[in-house]
């Protein structure tokens, strides 16, 4: 099993910025793709973006493309997520998920281990 724990969370205005962090711990070797997701209230988890382990391709959902960034440090095997520009409908708990799965994987269901999550409020 993979353990995440989030850090980073907060309340910021519309247009500030945030980064999230994600330490994994336990069987990390085992991860292939690292990802963010986040639940707003009332609505679904849904995909922010996603990361290979090894080979650092990258890929976001439409909502935040060209506004946040998620890198990897292998060193310390911590996963972030760079927030700019944020907009008050980003407002959600933010959560850290590991999966053993290669591919543009985008679903809650091929991510088997998740962090506890970190809440993100913008104010307008």
């Known amino acids: 099993q993979v353990q995440l724990v989030e850090s980073g969370g907060g309340l910021v205005q519309a247009g500030d910025s945030l980064r999230l962090s994600c330490a994994a711990s336990g069987r990390t070797f085992s991860m292939i793709t690292l990802g963010w997701f986040r639940q707003a209230p009332g609505k679904e988890r849904e995909f922010v973006a996603a990361?290979?382990?090894?080979?650092?391709?990258?890929w976001y959902a439409d909502s935040v493309k060209g506004r946040f960034t998620i890198s990897r440090d292998n060193g310390q095997n911590t996963v972030y997520l760079q927030m700019n520009s944020l907009k008050p409908e980003d407002t959600a708990v933010y959560y850290c998920?590991?999966?053993?799965?290669?591919?543009?994987?985008?679903?809650?269901?091929?991510?088997?281990?998740w962090g506890q999550g970190t809440q993100v409020t913008v104010s307008s």
């Open positions: 990361i290979n382990w090894s080979f650092r391709n990258t």
């Open positions: 998920a590991a999966g053993r799965r290669a591919g543009y994987i985008r679903s809650p269901v091929d991510f088997g281990s």
